[in-house]
Structures are given as structure tokens and as C-alpha cells.
């Protein structure tokens, strides 16, 4: 049974080390990396794959701002910008963004909560052997010459059976199935991680923000993504069965689409950005060295902004012409979300303003962040009024808001997390000098790269164009904003080269380079594979501000992998879990799965018949094993 | 898989075909009659030009497009034809209205037809006759 245990800090039990690294440690070679449930591996993988697509997309937005740098230009055709602009957007909403908030949930929850392992390890796998799947589902067909052409959201009836011929459409709408299905995989996981394993002492009151903040993105992952599923699914259907949802010759609806879509893509923004909120919070929290302003605050806002997300999705759709009573009734809603947005600034910049701030890396992105974030939530209250935005949609000045608030929202906060946590993951901390001067060229070639087109917009020049005349004015501004984009460029090349040089030559990190004040930061960096040799106890909201000693919780087995299970609300242990070990079925069913999905394009039949692997590998997966502890029990 | 390729390939930047087939091996046809993109331009032009209003789905069998018989042969330079020439007794020549390249695209959709099962053309043509801008049929 376990037993409290106020004397036995973390390195008193090293002796376990052994035991523990015999049960948690992977195979070794290709088997342990086909079969791992790790989920330090899994999500450093999820990481790689999602940084490695953000700087393709990234040099695909590049490709298509020289293009526009000046007027007339013929480098790229129409049919080639088109391509460019879908697969850039699809790539970055669908398999970079939410992913790599979902990557960084897998590798941060179990540390930030003292655990070994996820709740669902296996579901862990599967969610990223699914992911990958996705994103070969866009990108081998790219190779093939069959690229989707239709922008991010592809809208019937241009996208339905008589405008949109051949599977590029196909290949768009499933690729999104299967990001959806890993990200719904993902959620869940950590949903019920948070909820049912934090350590002893952490009550709901005593949850890091970081840990709300992903709570509530789960949440809303769950109830905002099978929306955009039934869109794509029903335009397959349309599509591949000729049914007649978004047909409106047959009495269908082609607005139905828009508003399945936007009641998912509406919400996905904030799937984007609350993880980001947590970031900002961890890194104000630590760099001023005091706990943050405002905690209760800061928890409402996050819970609201998660209601509120799912009530303003019309924003997007007040040019197709809505009853006007409630296009007023959206844009109260997309005003109202600026509330609890604001209140968050307001407390971080409280934070800062009371703590004794050190201007590090992570803190300097935070800044950038809140300096840029501030522009484009303005921008959006500008478009959340139906009657500018129905001069404004469609054109640059959405183009400005949206980078503004998915750039420097979500993204600054994810470089400045990169920053903070790399010495946690590899053991290495990031050089400083160069780190700064990379924020430097990002922000500063972003703000050139991005606020003129917020101009543009205004000038009326439209989205999604491959190429303007000279007469139309707009080649100057262009030109500004290409030049922006090549100087955040060459940032963004320095933090890439500045992460693989500090993962060889980085100064050593030991366990708490920066004096953090969450629970990850007590144990080893890199973290073993079983993270934690004893579970802490925690008796505040700043467990890593607490003078030793600290107590912590022992009495998992030293022969299998067990888990601690705490109660939802106060955190009270309750009984230890098997944890389940590697596995190569979630990769089995991945690929079952995929099958299903590819072949579902084709024909219809293959959700019938597809089902069979699926089901195959399901009961693979869920076959019970008896546990060596078990067979000993049994044994005469 | 390159077949298929070629088949999703949007030739918005190629030239565009100025004469009539030479011939039933004209090489230019299979840039027409194989690719989706065109095929399906020929479709939409097919109900502007209200063609669907005599060759509707399920209609006169003298006038149906897709039980693959054809009166006047159903090699693609006869089918264009058909249509630029006209035939006797009903049809008209579209040679006049339609631009060369319209020509060659709906006659690769008309050749297209049979190949196309009857559910997915009716919910093709649900959607071309919800359009406002042609005439539709």
C-alpha cells in the first residue's frame, strides 16, 4: 500500500533506479521505437514531425511572398499559388498548429503532475501513428502532382461532386479525418490524466494554469472536433455516394457546410491559442519569480473563453448574408471574448509589473507575444463588427489579423516554451545570445512582414490572389512585406540551428536551469523514463518554491509499471493502476485505420470492409494479458 | 498511378487548342477526353448551353448520351462533329457559338457520359442547374 512519506526526497531513491528502469525502459532499436508508449518519445516525435512541416509551410508562405513582392510577376501561375495557399493553410491549421499544442500537452502533463505515463499510453501511440498518417495523406499525394486547390476551408459547392473533379477534395477532407481522430485520441488522454492523476495535495485550487489550460483545450477538442468531421465526411458522402447535403438543387444546403465548419474552426483558434495561454503563464511565472497575479482570474477566464468560443462562429460567415438580427447578435459574441482575453494581458502584465522580471529568452517571446497578440485581437474586434467586416472579409486585412493572433498568439508563446523546456528534454540549454537576436529578427520582421497588410486590406486588395497590376498600388507595401517575412526567415533559421547546435555543444542544464516553480522541474533532465522515482506531494500552487525537504509518495511497485489514481477534485489517492508497457497494436491499428480512410475515398465499400482490420487490430489491442505479478499470485 | 496523375492534372496554364480535331488520333485528345478538369468544364458548359434541355438523363433513346451508342460514330473528331456541325434533323450547329476549346471540352464530356453512373451525374446536374449564372436546362 502507499504510504505518505515526508523524509525521503528524490535522490534518496536512487537505489530504485535500477528496479524502475528494468520495467520502464523501451526495447532497444527498431522494435522499441515501433512499439514505445513513452510518452517523452512519442511526443518528441509529434514535435519533430509538426516543426519539420512548420518550416515547409513556412518556406511554402515564403514562395508565395515573393511571388506577390511586385506586381504582374508570372514565377508562379494561378493554378501553382492556389496550391500553394491550400496546402500552406492546411498544413498549418491541421497538422501543425493544434498538434504541436497536443505534443507539447503529451510531453508536459505527466512531468507537470509528478506521473510516469499518460493515462491511455497506447492511445498515446496510436494518436501520433494516426497523425502521421495524415500528414502523409496530404503530402505524398502533393509529391504525386494531386495537391488540394481550394484553400483550407474548401467550401461546396466549388468543392462538391460537379465543381471540385478528381480527389484532390477527397484527399483534403480525409487528410482532416485523420489529424481529427489523433487530436480527439490525444484530448482524452489528457483530459483524464489531468483529471484523475494529479499527485497527492494538488487540489483543482493548486493546478498549475498550464494544467487548466489544457483541460479546457481538451475538453473543447472533444466537443469542437467531430463537427468538422461530419463536415468533411458529409461532403465525401456528397461526393462519393452523390448524397445531397450540400446540394441545393435537391433542398440542400451549402451554408450547412460553413456553419459545421465554423462551429469547429471558430473553437479550433482557441485550441490554438489557450495552450499558448498556459505557456505564457509558466514562463511569466517563473522569469518574475513570483506566483502569478490573479490565479483565480486567470482560471475563469480560460473557462470562459472556452464557452464562449463556441458561440461567435457566424464572425466567419457575415458576408453570405444572415438575418441581420443575428449577424448583431455574433458580433456582440466576438466582442464579449475580448473580456476575458483582456483580463488575462492585464494579469500577466500585472505579474510582470510586481515581479522582479529577468528579460531571458522565453520571457522576451512572452513580451513579443503580448505586444502582438494585443494588435491582433484589436484587429479582431474590428472584424467581429458585421458591417466592416463585410467590407474587410476576403481581403489582406483578415490575412493580417489571422497571422497576427496565430503568429504572435500561439506561436510566440510556442518559441518561448521551446526555449523554456529544452534544457527539461534534452539536458542542454539553448544559447542565450543567440536566442535573443532570433526573437529580435522574428518579431521585427514579422511586425514588417504583416502590419502592412492590414493596409493592403484596406486598399482593398483581396486574399488568394497569385498576382495584381501595377495600377492597383498596392506593389510598394508588398514589397515591405516580403522583405519582413525574408528577415523573420532568417530568425526562424537561427532558433532552428541554434536547437540542433545546443542539443551537441548547449551548457549541461541540470534539473532546474531557471528556477521553475512547477513540479517538472524536479526531476532529472532529461527525464528518465520513468520520470519521477517517487510521486511528490504538493502543498501549494508553487510546489517548486517550497524549502525542502518535500515530501513525496512511495509505494508503487518496483516490479510492473503502476500509476498513481487520484481523486477529481482534491486530488486524494484512491488506488494504483497498471500502467500498460509497449506495444506494436496501437501502430496495427493505425494502420488499419488508415487503410479505411485511404480506401474510403475510392469506394464507399471500404468503410465495410475496411472495418474488419480495425476491428482485427482492436481486439489485438485489447486482448487480456495476465500480468507476471498475477501469474505469481496464481501459482500454486 | 501516373495515368491518374495526368487525369488530375489543371491545365489552367497550357495553351489552349485553337482548331478541330485532325482525326479520331488527334494527339491533342487525350489532354481533353482523359482529364477531369477539362471534362468536367465540358459538363458545366453542357448546361449553359442548355444541351440537357433535348439530351436529358433517361429521355428520347435517339437522344441519349449515355447508352454508348452513337448514330453519327462516337469517335471524339465525329462527336465534335456533331456538335459544331449539327446534325439533321433537330440538332443545331454549335460551331458558331461555342469557342474551339468550349468545343472540345463538351465533347469530351459527352463522351464522358456513359462512363458515369447515373446517381453521380443526376447529383452533378442538381448543382450545374442551381447555378444562376447559365441558362440551365
Known amino acids: ?636 | 498511378m501516373l495515368a491518374a496523375c495526368g487525369s488530375e492534372d489543371r491545365p489552367i496554364e497550357r495553351e489552349r487548342v485553337r482548331t478541330p480535331p485532325q482525326g479520331a488520333a488527334d494527339a491533342r485528345i487525350p489532354y481533353y477526353q482523359d482529364n477531369l478538369f477539362q471534362v468536367a468544364r465540358g459538363a458545366r458548359f453542357f448546361s449553359w448551353y442548355g444541351c440537357g434541355s433535348c439530351h436529358a438523363a433517361g429521355g428520347d433513346e435517339a437522344l441519349d448520351l449515355a447508352d454508348g451508342k452513337w448514330r453519327h460514330g462516337g469517335d471524339f473528331d465525329a462527336v465534335f462533329a456533331s456538335i459544331a456541325q449539327g446534325r439533321a434533323p433537330g440538332m443545331p450547329a454549335y460551331g458558331s457559338r461555342m469557342p474551339v476549346e468550349t468545343l472540345w471540352q463538351v465533347t469530351a464530356y459527352v463522351r464522358d457520359i456513359e462512363k458515369q453512373d447515373a446517381a453521380t451525374r443526376r447529383r452533378q446536374d442538381l448543382d450545374r442547374r442551381a447555378e444562376g449564372g447559365g441558362r440551365g436546362s
Open chain 1, 1 to 636: 500500500m502507499a504510504a505518505l512519506d515526508l523524509n525521503a526526497p528524490q535522490a534518496d531513491l536512487a537505489q530504485d533506479a535500477a528496479a524502475l528502469d528494468a520495467i520502464w525502459r523501451d526495447p532497444p532499436g527498431i522494435r522499441g521505437f515501433l512499439t514505445t508508449v513513452d510518452h517523452k518519445r512519442i511526443a518528441a516525435r509529434y514535435l519533430v514531425t509538426t516543426l519539420a512541416l512548420l518550416v515547409i509551410a513556412g518556406i511554402l508562405a515564403l514562395d508565395m511572398r515573393l511571388q506577390l513582392s511586385q506586381p504582374g510577376l508570372e514565377r508562379m501561375g494561378p493554378q501553382a499559388y492556389n496550391e500553394a495557399f491550400t496546402l500552406h493553410g492546411s498544413t498549418m491549421l491541421f497538422l501543425v498548429s493544434v498538434p504541436v499544442m497536443e505534443a507539447m500537452a503529451i510531453w508536459l502533463v505527466p512531468l507537470m503532475l509528478g506521473q510516469r505515463n499518460l493515462a491511455y499510453p497506447r492511445l498515446t501511440a496510436y494518436s501520433y501513428w494516426l497523425y502521421l498518417g495524415g500528414v502523409l495523406m496530404l503530402w505524398v499525394p502533393h509529391a504525386l502532382g494531386i495537391t488540394p486547390d481550394l484553400g483550407w476551408f474548401q467550401y461546396p459547392p466549388l468543392s462538391g461532386p460537379a465543381y471540385g473533379p478528381g480527389h484532390r477534395v477527397d484527399i483534403w477532407a480525409q487528410m482532416i479525418t485523420f489529424t481529427e481522430v489523433a487530436a480527439l485520441a490525444a484530448s482524452v488522454n489528457v483530459a483524464v490524466t489531468i483529471l484523475k492523476m494529479r499527485p497527492p495535495g494538488m487540489t483543482l485550487a493548486r493546478m498549475p494554469l498550464f494544467l487548466w489550460a489544457m483541460l479546457v483545450t481538451s475538453v473543447m477538442t472533444v466537443l469542437a472536433l467531430p463537427a468538422v468531421m461530419l463536415a468533411t465526411s458529409l461532403l465525401i458522402a456528397d461526393r462519393l455516394v452523390s448524397t445531397q447535403f450540400f446540394s441545393p438543387g435537391a433542398g440542400g444546403d451549402v451554408l450547412l457546410f460553413q456553419h459545421i465548419f465554423w462551429f469547429f474552426g471558430h473553437p479550433e483558434v482557441y485550441i490554438i491559442f489557450i495552450p499558448a495561454v498556459g505557456f505564457v503563464s509558466a514562463i511569466v511565472e517563473t522569469f518574475t519569480r513570483r506566483a502569478v497575479f490573479g490565479y483565480t482570474v486567470q482560471v475563469l477566464a480560460i473557462i470562459s473563453v472556452g464557452l464562449l468560443a463556441f458561440g461567435l462562429w457566424v464572425h466567419h460567415m457575415f458576408a453570405v448574408g444572415l438575418p441581420r438580427l443575428g449577424a448583431s447578435f455574433y458580433t456582440a459574441a466576438s466582442m464579449a471574448i475580448a473580456l476575458p482575453i483582456g483580463l488575462q494581458i492585464f494579469s500577466w502584465i500585472a505579474t510582470i509589473a510586481s515581479g522582479r522580471p529577468r528579460f531571458d529568452t522565453p520571457l522576451l517571446w512572452v513580451t513579443g507575444f503580448i505586444a502582438t497578440f494585443v494588435i491582433g485581437g484589436l484587429s479582431g474586434v474590428m472584424t467581429a463588427s458585421a458591417p466592416l467586416d463585410l467590407q474587410l472579409t476576403d481581403t489582406y486585412f483578415v490575412v493580417a489579423h489571422l497571422h497576427y493572433v496565430l503568429i504572435g498568439g500561439a506561436l510566440f508563446p510556442l518559441f518561448g516554451a521551446l526555449t523554456y523546456w529544452f534544457p527539461k528534454a534534452t539536458g542542454r540549454i539553448m544559447s542565450e545570445g543567440w536566442g535573443k537576436i532570433a526573437f529580435w529578427l522574428v518579431f521585427v520582421g514579422f511586425n514588417i512582414g504583416f502590419f502592412p497588410m492590414h493596409l493592403l486590406g484596406l486598399m482593398g486588395m483581396p486574399r488568394r490572389i497569385y498576382t495584381y497590376p501595377a495600377e492597383a498600388g498596392w506593389g510598394t507595401l508588398n514589397l515591405v512585406a516580403t522583405a519582413g517575412m525574408l528577415i523573420a526567415s532568417l530568425g526562424a533559421a537561427i532558433i532552428v540551428a541554434n536547437a540542433v547546435i545546443s542539443l551537441r555543444w548547449g551548457r549541461r542544464a541540470g534539473v532546474d536551469p531557471w528556477g521553475g516553480a512547477t513540479l517538472e522541474w524536479s526531476c532529472a533532465s532529461p527525464p528518465p523514463p520513468w520520470n519521477f522515482a517517487a510521486t511528490p506531494v504538493v502543498a501549494s500552487l508553487t510546489p517548486g518554491w517550497e524549502p525542502p525537504p518535500r515530501a513525496v509518495m512511495t509505494g508503487l511497485s518496483l516490479e510492473n509499471r503502476e500509476v498513481l489514481v487520484t481523486s477529481v477534485g482534491d486530488a486524494v489517492p484512491e488506488h494504483r493502476q497498471p500502467s500498460p508497457g509497449p506495444s506494436i497494436w496501437p501502430l496495427l491499428t493505425a494502420l488499419a485505420t488508415a487503410l479505411l480512410f485511404v480506401g474510403s475515398i475510392f469506394t464507399p465499400w471500404a468503410v465495410v470492409w475496411g472495418s474488419i482490420p480495425v476491428a482485427a487490430a482492436l481486439i489485438g489491442w485489447f486482448w487480456p494479458r495476465t500480468r507476471p505479478e498475477e501469474a505469481q499470485a496464481e501459482a500454486p
